[in-house]
């Protein structure tokens, strides 16, 4: 390793990793000179926020620009968007940018690295894609295209293709701008983020705001209407109208810089990183949707791109390439989504995830409300605990209902960052009152019902 | 200590500790002898929901009732009501019994016993609150007539003395009513749960929704108007128009039963217990709002009434009386109350409270929104947290805001549970979706900014 004091950091993507990595070294050296480059043409916005800039929601789309190039330029920090980096040279310390409204070349010095390319869509290998009206939904611009598309050429038939957080979020926002809109899943099981009971409530949600439901099906061919663009899609059931596309099947690491350089990526396909962002070549990190992460659970590497993990493992990687120590706690599995009135979420391990994993688990849904059932507006709110067998470590948990979920989910992922047992859930000295939960929380309940089972130990003896 | 089976399990005090004591028992041993007294007419009801019941926002007594005698009956636990326990005679294993309707007394014996009498009012040293129209809000019975006098008389003015959480919760309700409502609190800190600094929004809502606030301002009389009803107050400012009275300055544990058997209390004033809720007299266990509570970050007990905490302890004490094993985990200090469109709660111990305590510490102050900023609806969300100086060992945290409280305050509980520290906290994998809160959660952002100040180390290193 370098023991020497770092000369220039740079960084290679500028959204949250990448920018996070930046701001971070900056507060540890404030001399330390700081380079960040972007193909793209913005920096360190919320991707997440996406759907909700396409829907109108967002109104205006600075208001996702976390800081301008402007404000980080203010903080000593030059940011160069429109600019790729084609290629690393670790031995010469080098990286190849291409500009790319000229396309002219040239080479820049590097001291310290972070990679933060990201993750971009995978695209399914189905003709027609390539027609104007079919979109994915990954970066900035993206949405802003989307947008445009959509108030110039009012399309009324929008085709969602995947049922994942985007085509969850997107579905809600399509409707909300009065698109017709239908959703088409491979398989049955919608956001299989959470195990196929808790995702029922779902395809109810989507058909209650008259969103067309197509499981077990699958795009076959996008197809040409007038004027070049995209009128209707093939499936394995027919044929539907579709003068919007919208493709949301999943993404992947990129990773194709980064090895052409010689960095290693781990049995996940992104980039392997230590916990404090080390690459396998000495002065270079990696942060974010481009590398793993360490999974506090399962005691080893996982990817799960998340812009919460990304802000996390950026920081560490710009404070360490800056000169710091600092090291990455790890994910225990954290996600969230809203789907119009539906709140789903989920922490730790799925039972299907955990049985994948070898786990042996027992699991248990609880249906109750999530605030006082004797107050007005309690909403129905499940609860799925999933526990390790005899151990009764916690493995995961999951929730869905009208309000509370994100509630439960926080909780339960603290527990298992802290590595709590299913005993300890009911000791949780919890805040109540009745507007907010019932004397037991719904977590509690359903931890003692499985407690009950006898499955595992009852008593905690702290 | 007693090593034969349980034989006949008696509980003085029919609510949440007593009745949970009896429900866990019962699980315990199916063919126990369990039977409950309680001076009261009522078994296991929410006290919390009191204040909304005489707000009319609970419409149905029963609802509040969360199982009734015929219901515990049905599981072979006997409940009298109406009946009142004078005296316990640990030698010979008797109680004294008094039917209240006839004044009839007998003695019962019991084999093991569990005391959840709970605690009352304190009233003020003030001439006057024998008055028709002066109320407290402690049990059933009292919102019942509350309501009853309220449909009766129609009172114009109300006066509520101190600025609890009943006070606070009645003043809402009370506006609801349509009543002129006047607050009087002694000192200038409303809440004195948290510290005064987060307890400034209070006012203002209260001021916003109508009610009169009386600060640094006591009660001298209540004064006699027509019909022998309350017509007015003299306070230490003057004298205020009061055809209802509501006295909320606290309570204290009912611990006078155990006291006269011998039964011994702690420094708090509540009957002392140890882990397993035994008092010093074998066979005999306490639980509840009359009995002490270990606190987790002071390592003491402590007397600290809630619901949460009668309905673990009430647990611990059946399933110890039936001849189990379990203890009780200890509380950390959480709380949380609802003023019209204000959340506000507290966990851990108020900075106040840790001086008090000895511990030297540092907190910081963040104001942010709910969720995130860009979206519409974001509200104010104010978090404070509280350090050990040097040991980075969390101390407490409080939230204010118009939504979004309660998620907060139960995540730092779970990690108070847990004895993590504040780097811990930018660690954890908490759930992000734009609707719920930002990338890096309100509470991870205030310990960031703890950890920059650099009393305490920054990168933690799992």
Redesign the interface.
Known sequence: MHDTKTKRLMIIGAD?AGMSAAAEAR?FDKDLPIVAFDRGGAASY?Q??LP?LVGG??T?TS??IARTVEQFAAQDITVHLGHEVTAIDPARGLVRVRELPTGMGHDEPYDRLVIATGASPVPPAVPGLDLEGVFVLDVLEDAIALQTYIRRHRPRHAVIVGGG?IGLEMAENLVRLGLSVRLIQRGEHLFPSVDFDMAMPLAQELERHGVDLSLCDSVLEACEGAHGRVAHVHTNTGELPADLVLLAIGVSPNVVLAQTAGIACGPTGAIAVD?HQRTNMPGIFAAGDCAEHWHRLLRRPAWVP????A??QG??AG?NAAG???????????????LFDL?I?R?GLSEREAQAAGIVCVSTTLDSTDH?????DAHPLTVKLVVEMGSGRLIGAQAVGRAGV??R???F????????TLA?L????????????S???PLQVAATSLL?QGAIR?????
Chains 1, 2 share one sequence.
Do not use: H, M
């Open positions: 949250a507060r919320s997440c926020g909700y929601v967002v205006d208001r996702l957080y916990d998340l812009g919460t993990t802000n996390k920081r560490i404070r710091g120590d600092a090291a990455f706690g790890g994910i225990v599995g954290t996600a969230i989504t809203r709140e979420g922490t006082a059932g004797y107050l007005p994100a509630k989910i926080d909780v992922a603290t527990a298992l960052y802290a590595g709590l300890d009911p000791q949780l000295d919890l805040a109540y009152a009745p507007p907010f939960n004397v037991w929380d009950r009852w008593g905690p003896n702290q």
